[in-house]
């Protein structure tokens, strides 16, 4: 026996499947073409899309090109006026600490009086005796 076996289609088989592959041709054209076209709006549309992607890509740059170019202005006269800022700065430091530093010796004389009040005084008056009798019983040893 062999592998293959040849069997006729009946003449309604042979229709249906020249009508089948007669619709599938127009119907494969047409999806062809459908296919290119939409191909070829993806392409355009991609490409405007790029290309104003670009021209705002171009727009930005300019606009921070510039606002560079103000900040440097900027730095530039902020650089110009530091060294009177300096000098302005330093003046005001030399008035600001010349206080404290007066205040500074003032309360150090006064803490430093209140001590020695205190030790004189303790050193010319003779110790009170303590009115609690004492804890433990002194006695001296023999």
Do not use: C
Not at 44 to 73: D, F, K, M, P, V
Not at 77 to 104: M, N
Request: no cysteine; glycine share 8%; proline share 8%.
């Amino acid at each position: 026996m062999s592998a293959t076996t040849n069997t006729r289609l009946t003449p309604r088989q042979r229709l249906s499947r020249g009508l089948a592959y007669t619709a599938v041709g127009p119907v494969d054209v047409t999806r062809g073409v459908v296919g290119l076209g939409v191909q070829s709006a993806q392409a355009g549309a991609s490409s405007l899309r790029r290309r104003y992607r670009e021209g705002r890509l171009a727009r930005e740059l300019q606009a921070t090109q510039e606002a560079i170019a103000q900040e440097l202005a900027a730095a530039q006269e902020v650089a110009a006026g530091l060294p009177e800022a300096l000098q302005k700065a330093r003046r005001s430091q030399r008035r600001g600490k010349r206080p404290w530093l007066i205040a500074g010796v003032v309360v150090l004389a006064l803490a430093g009086g209140a001590v020695v009040f205190s030790i004189v005084r303790r050193s010319t008056r003779p110790p009170e005796p303590s009115p609690r009798p004492p804890s433990v019983e002194v006695q001296p040893r023999p």
